[in-house]
């Protein structure tokens, strides 16, 4: 088995490629060791010292480490794991867990708009944020902000506030007028 490796936006953050499925459909994020429980491949991949982070993607796991670990000290024990992992046979998510990945639910006078930036997510947005290695996800709609909830090798990332405010949010303000702004929120 041959993984490789390419680096994010965010230099805490490497993208990990096995070559294979890792999640059938959606992601599942694990923004700390606590949230792992779920998932076998997390929970081996945060064992690796200085791991703070993993996302996994489709096809793709991304690993966030510590600012005091360099990547040099931390990256071919997350190999080994995730190699070990692929070996094993395991799921990468426990059998009664399911991935997620969605968009938060909205309904109300503003279903139409939602409906609109859910489209724009999913189509222009999400597979451009999937290649650096991390999710967007729609999180609410208020008097034309929208809120956005950013996962993986976006979440943290340096460049992540431009990437909001002169990318997603110029897209969602020329195709929809009722957006004024976007904002990101916490988990």
């Not at 395991?90 to 489209?119: F, L, R, T």
């Not at 956005?148 to 110029?170: R, V, Y």
């Not at 957006?179 to 990101?184: K, M, N, Q, T, Y």
């Amino acid at each position: 088995m041959f993984i490789q490796t390419e680096s994010t936006p965010n230099p805490a953050t490497l993208k990990f490629l096995p070559g294979q499925t890792v999640l059938d459909a959606g992601t599942a994020d694990f923004p700390n060791p606590d949230t792992a429980d779920a998932s076998p491949l997390a929970s081996r991949i945060f064992a690796v010292e200085g791991v703070t982070g993993v996302f996994l993607g489709t096809d793709f796991v991304t690993v966030t480490k510590a600012d005091a670990v360099e990547w040099d000290h931390v990256k071919p024990a997350i190999l080994g794991a995730v190699m070990e992992h692929f070996q094993s046979g395991q799921p990468a998510m426990a059998n009664d867990a399911a991935a997620s990945g969605g968009h938060a639910a909205h309904d109300g006078p503003d279903a139409a708009i939602v409906g609109q930036i859910k489209e724009l997510l999913d189509t222009r947005v999400r597979p451009a944020v999937a290649q650096d290695g991390g999710d967007i996800t729609f999180h609410g709609f208020d008097r034309g902000i929208v809120y956005l909830h950013m996962q993986g090798a976006c979440a943290g990332c340096p460049s992540s506030t431009l990437t909001l405010k002169m990318g997603i949010e110029n897209l969602l303000r020329h195709y929809i007028p009722e957006v004024v702004e976007v904002r990101p929120v916490a988990a």
